[in-house]
C-alpha cells in the first residue's frame, strides 16, 4: 500500500508536466506538438541546452573530483585534522545559495570583487585577474556547492569499507596505490555512482546560480529559462514544460546508466560479518601539505564566502570600498530580527518542515528501500524506477505539477504548509532513497540470514541489524533533506502563500529587493537554524 | 538624513496619526464595511510592491483596524501567474492586489468594480472602475558617485551609447521586469529602430530588479545603470554613494491597488482597497516606498511631485494593451541586439 501510494505521489507531477507540454493551454485543452518543435526550432533553448551541458559537466566533474578527494583524505588517511577539515568541507551545504553567490560576487566580481580591487591596486589601473560571471565562474561556485553532497554520500562508504578484503590485498602483497584503485574505489562504486547521479542531476537541475550570476553574465541555461516562461512575461507554461522535458530525458539517462552499472550487485556489499576498522593510509611526507591544502580549499569553499557576507551584515550599505568604522551598524540585524514582519513566521515554518520533512522523507526511504532491495516485492522494479523520477524533474516543474492537481482538490491542502510538505517529501525522496538504498546495498545478507535464524522477523531485523548499521548514512540522509529543505526555493516559490511562507523565500524577496546588508542578516539566520542541527547529530554520529 | 527604516517607523507612527503636517483619515469607510470586515477577521495582499512598502501599509491597517494583513509578495508577472492558476482552478485566495502594469491589464477580468469613498479626491485620470493608481515612479539614469564624477555624468537615455560606459553599465531584463517593455517602446520612438542594436552592442550587464541593479552601482560591479527613481533615493537614503538623473523623455510607471471580484473576504479587501486610497494609507505607502503619491492630501515629499517633475520632464504614457499585443516582437527585437 505504501509502496502503491509512493509512486503515485512521485509520478502524477511527470504525468502532469508532461501533459501541460503537449497541450496547447492548459490540460485538456487539445493536444499539440506546437511547444516541443518550438523547443526543437529555438536557438535560445538549443544555446541553453548547449551551456547546460558544459556546467553541468564541468561543475560535475569539480564536484566529483573535490568531494571525493576530501572524502578520502580526511575518513581513511592520517591527514591531520581530517574530523575539521571533514566539517568545513560540509559547510557550503549549510550556506544558502545565495550567501554563496553574493560572497563570491564580492570577492571575484571584474569590477567590484577583493580580487580584482587589490589587483587594481598593485597595477596602478583598473585589472581583472579573475570573473565570477564567466562559465568557469558558475562551474566553479556550482562545483564547490555540491561538493559537501559528494563527500557526505561517500565518506560513510569509506569509512564502513570491509577492512578484511583489503587486508587480503595487501597480504597478497598489493601496494598503496594498487589496494586504492583495486579495492578501495571499487567498493564504493554504488555510493560514488549514487553521488555521481545526484550531483549531475543537481547541477543540470540548479536554477539560483544561472538566474543571478548567469542572467547578469548573459549565459542561459534551461532552468532559467524554464524559469523565466514561468514566471515572466510572456507566460509560456507549455515551453516551460517542453523544455522540463528535456531535464527530465538527461535525468532518466542518468538513472539509466546508473542502474546498469549497479545491476552486478553482490558485488558491492561491504560491510560483512566479520567487521573490523579498515586501516588508515600513510600520507607520509605528503601529510601536512595535503592537510593544509584541504584546509584552503575548505576555508575557500565556505568560510571566505561567509566572512564577505558576514562583513555585509554589519554595514550601512554594501560596497567593498566602504569597509570603514563609519560605515558599521547594526541597525540591519535590529530590523531583520524585530521588525521585518516575515521573519519568525518563516522560521517556524521552515522548522517544522525541515524536521518533518526530512523525518518522512528518511523513514519513507527505509520501507521502499527494505521493500525493493531485500523484500523484493511485486511492484519492485516500478518503485525502484519511479523513486527517481522527481530527480529528473526540477524543482519549479515539479511545483507545477504538484500545483496542477491539487489547487482542483476542493477542501485540500492547497495554500496550507501540507501541501508544501507533500513538495519535500515527493522531491526528496529520491535522494534519500539513494542514500538508504546504497547503504542496504553495502549491508551483506548473511547478517539479516544471522538474524532471521536467530527468530528475528523483518522488522526486527531491520531495527536490529539494518538500521544501526545504516545509521552514518541515515544520518547523513536526514541531515540533506534537512538542510536542503531549509534552502529549498524553486519547488515552492508556486506553492506558498502569505500564511505559509518559509525562510528560502523570503529570503528570495530581500534578495529581489537587492538590500544585500538585510539579505546578509537574513541568511545567517538560515545558517544557524542549519548548523545547529548538523552540529547536533555530528556530535551524536562521533559518540555512536 | 533619514534612513530608508527611519522612514518605515515613521510610516508606524502615520497609523496613529501622529505625522504633523497630515491630517489624521476621515472616516470615509462604511461603518457596516468596517464592522463586516473585522469579523472577517483577516485579508489576503498579493503585491508586487517591494517588501518595505508592502509590510509598511499592511502594518498600518492592521495597527487601525486591528485586522491582520497576509503579505505574498512577488514580481508582478509571478503575482499575475498565480492569480491566473488559481482563478482557473476557481481557488481564489486574495482579497486585495497592488500592481504595476501590464499585469494590472492581464488580471482585469478577476477583479471587482469598486468606487472606494476614499478615492473621490484622487484625480480622475488616476482612477479605473476595477482599480485605482496610488503610488508613481519613474525611469532614470543612477550612478556611482565615486565612479562617475561630476561633469561626466550621463544625461540621457543616448548616452548609455558612449562607448566609455562599454559593459560597464546595466539594465534590467524585460523578461524579468516587464515594466522595461515599456522603457524599450520610449527609446524606439525617440532614437528610431537603430538605438536598440547600439545599446545592445555597448554591453549592458542585465539585473532582475530595480534595486539588485542599484545595489550593483553601490557596490562598483557597475558604474551606472537604466533604473528607477525609488532605487536611487532608497539606496542613497543609506548613505550610499550613488546619485542620478531623470532624462528629459522618461516612463511613469504606477501601483494600482485594486479588490478581487472572488475575494475570500471581500469587506476586509474593500476596507483596505479604502485605506491604500486615503491620504493615510498613500502617504506610508509612498514614504515606505519613496514614490509618488496620487492623493492631493498625502505627502511624501522624498519622492518630489509630479507637478514640479512635470515642467521639466515629458512623461510617456504608455498604451499596456499595446504593449501586452506587441511583447513578442519587442522581446525578439531584445533577444536579438541586446541578450
Not at chain 2, 82 to 103: G, H
Amino acid at each position: 500500500m505504501v509502496a502503491v501510494l509512493a509512486v503515485i505521489m512521485v509520478s502524477y507531477p511527470v504525468v502532469v508536466v508532461t501533459l501541460r507540454a503537449i497541450s496547447k493551454q492548459e490540460i485538456g485543452s487539445a493536444l499539440t506538438f506546437e511547444w516541443i518543435s518550438a523547443l526543437v526550432d529555438s536557438a535560445r533553448s538549443r544555446e541553453a541546452l548547449l551551456n547546460t551541458l558544459i556546467y553541468t559537466a564541468g561543475a560535475t566533474v569539480l564536484a566529483m573530483g573535490l568531494g571525493v578527494l576530501l572524502a578520502f583524505l580526511s575518513t581513511r588517511t592520517d591527514m591531520p585534522g581530517g574530523r575539521v577539515i571533514g566539517f568545513l568541507a560540509l559547510l557550503p551545504m549549510l550556506v544558502p545559495p545565495f550567501i554563496l553567490v553574493v560572497g563570491w560576487v564580492a570577492i571575484a566580481d571584474p569590477a567590484a570583487g577583493f580580487i580584482n580591487i587589490a589587483a587594481s591596486a598593485l597595477t596602478g589601473s583598473r585589472t581583472s585577474w579573475v570573473s565570477i560571471n564567466t562559465m568557469a565562474g558558475l562551474i566553479w561556485m556550482t562545483g564547490l556547492f555540491l561538493t559537501p553532497y559528494v563527500y557526505l554520500m561517500v565518506a560513510a562508504g569509506f569509512r564502513n569499507s570491509d577492512a578484511a578484503m583489503e587486508e587480503a590485498a595487501r597480504v597478497s602483497g598489493a601496494g598503496r596505490l594498487r589496494l586504492l584503485y583495486s579495492i578501495v574505489l571499487p567498493l564504493q562504486r554504488p555510493a560514488l555512482l549514487a553521488a555521481l547521479l545526484l550531483v549531475i542531476i543537481m547541477a543540470a537541475g540548479d536554477f539560483i546560480i544561472p538566474a543571478t550570476v548567469g542572467l547578469k553574465a548573459k549565459i542561459y541555461m534551461l532552468p532559467s529559462l524554464i524559469w523565466q516562461n514561468h514566471a515572466s512575461f510572456p507566460h509560456r507554461p507549455g515551453l516551460a514544460a517542453a523544455q522540463s522535458l528535456l531535464l527530465v530525458v538527461v535525468g532518466l539517462l542518468c538513472i539509466y546508466f546508473q542502474r546498469r552499472a549497479l545491476s552486478r550487485g553482490g558485488r558491492y556489499t561491504t560491510v560483512g560479518g566479520k567487521g573490523a576498522r579498515p586501516m588508515l593510509f600513510s600520507l607520509g611526507r605528503l601529510r601536512y601539505p595535503l592537510g593544509v591544502l584541504a584546509l584552503l580549499f575548505a576555508l575557500s569553499s565556505s568560510v571566505i564566502p561567509l566572512l564577505a557576507v558576514g562583513c555585509m551584515a554589519f554595514m550601512r550599505y554594501w560596497s567593498p570600498y566602504a569597509l570603514k568604522p563609519e560605515n558599521l551598524t547594526l541597525r540591519n540585524f535590529n530590523y531583520m530580527l524585530f521588525e521585518y514582519p516575515q521573519v519568525w513566521p518563516s522560521a517556524q515554518h521552515s522548522l517544522f518542515l525541515g524536521i518533518a520533512g526530512a523525518t518522512a522523507c528518511v523513514a519513507l526511504a527505509i520501507a521502499l528501500a527494505w521493500y525493493v532491495i531485500r523484500a523484493r516485492g511485486r511492484l519492485a522494479g516500478i518503485v525502484d524506477y519511479a523513486m527517481v523520477l522527481p530527480l529528473g524533474i526540477p524543482g519549479i516543474a515539479l511545483g507545477v505539477g504538484i500545483l496542477s492537481l491539487w489547487i482542483l482538490v476542493p477542501g485540500g491542502i492547497y495554500g496550507t504548509l501540507w501541501i508544501l510538505l507533500l513538495a519535500y517529501v515527493t522531491a526528496h525522496i529520491p535522494v534519500a532513497m539513494q542514500f538508504v538504498g546504497s547503504a542496504l546495498h553495502r549491508i551483506h545478507t548473511e547478517l539479516e540470514d544471522a538474524s532471521r535464524v536467530s527468530g528475528q522477523a523483518w522488522a526486527g531485523t531491520l531495527r536490529r541489524i539494518d538500521i544501526p548499521l545504516m545509521a552514518p548514512a541515515l544520518i547523513g540522509s536526514w541531515l540533506l533533506m534537512y538542510v536542503v529543505i531549509l534552502r529549498e526555493v524553486s519547488l515552492v516559490i508556486l506553492l506558498y502563500n502569505p500564511s505559509t511562507i518559509v525562510l528560502s523565500v523570503g529570503l528570495m524577496d530581500v534578495w529581489q529587493n537587492g538590500f544585500y546588508p538585510e539579505l546578509a542578516v537574513y541568511s545567517l539566520l538560515l545558517l544557524v537554524l542549519g548548523v545547529i542541527p548538523v552540529a547536533l547529530l555530528w556530535k551524536f554520529a562521533r559518540f555512536s | 538624513m533619514k534612513t530608508r527604516r527611519a522612514m518605515l517607523q515613521m510610516s508606524a507612527g502615520l497609523a496613529a496619526g501622529a505625522f504633523l503636517g497630515v491630517r489624521p483619515a476621515r472616516a470615509a469607510s462604511d461603518p457596516k464595511i468596517i464592522e463586516a470586515a473585522k469579523k472577517e477577521g483577516s485579508v489576503s495582499l498579493y503585491t508586487s510592491a517591494s517588501t518595505g512598502p508592502s509590510n509598511a501599509v499592511a502594518e498600518a491597517f492592521r495597527k487601525k483596524y486591528g485586522i491582520n494583513v497576509s503579505v505574498y509578495r512577488a514580481g508582478s508577472a509571478d503575482v499575475a501567474t498565480r492569480v491566473q492558476s488559481e482563478e482557473a482552478a476557481n481557488r481564489p485566495q486574495a482579497d486585495a492586489l497592488i500592481i504595476e502594469e501590464p499585469a494590472l491589464s492581464l488580471l482585469a477580468p478577476f477583479l471587482a468594480s469598486y468606487d472606494s469613498p476614499e478615492r473621490k479626491a484622487i484625480d480622475a485620470a488616476y482612477r479605473l472602475p476595477n482599480s485605482t493608481l496610488i503610488r508613481m515612479y519613474m525611469s532614470q539614469l543612477g550612478w556611482n558617485t565615486n565612479v562617475v564624477k561630476a561633469g561626466a555624468t550621463p544625461n540621457d537615455w543616448k548616452d548609455l551609447l558612449d562607448a566609455r560606459w562599454r559593459g560597464r553599465f546595466g539594465s534590467l531584463d524585460p523578461h524579468v521586469t516587464a515594466t522595461t517593455l515599456a522603457w524599450q517602446v520610449m527609446v524606439e520612438k525617440l532614437y528610431g529602430p537603430s538605438f536598440l542594436p547600439a545599446f545592445g552592442a555597448n554591453r549592458p550587464k542585465l539585473y532582475a530588479s530595480t534595486n539588485a541593479m542599484s545595489q550593483a552601482i553601490v557596490s562598483g560591479e557597475i558604474d551606472l545603470g537604466i533604473t528607477n527613481s525609488f532605487g536611487v533615493i532608497q539606496m542613497a537614503e543609506t548613505g550610499a554613494p550613488i546619485a542620478g538623473t531623470i532624462p528629459k523623455n522618461t516612463v511613469l510607471f504606477g501601483g494600482n491597488i485594486a479588490v478581487f471580484a472572488k475575494a475570500p473576504r471581500p469587506n476586509a479587501g474593500r476596507l483596505f482597497c479604502d485605506f491604500c486610497c486615503s491620504a493615510e494609507g498613500q502617504t506610508i505607502i509612498n514614504v515606505a516606498g519613496a514614490t509618488i503619491p496620487t492623493h492631493p492630501d498625502a505627502s511624501a515629499p522624498k519622492a518630489g511631485s509630479l507637478a514640479q517633475f512635470a515642467k521639466t520632464i515629458s512623461f510617456s504614457q504608455p498604451d499596456y494593451r499595446k504593449i501586452i499585443a506587441d511583447t513578442p516582437r519587442l522581446l525578439a527585437e531584445w533577444e536579438k541586439h541586446v541578450r
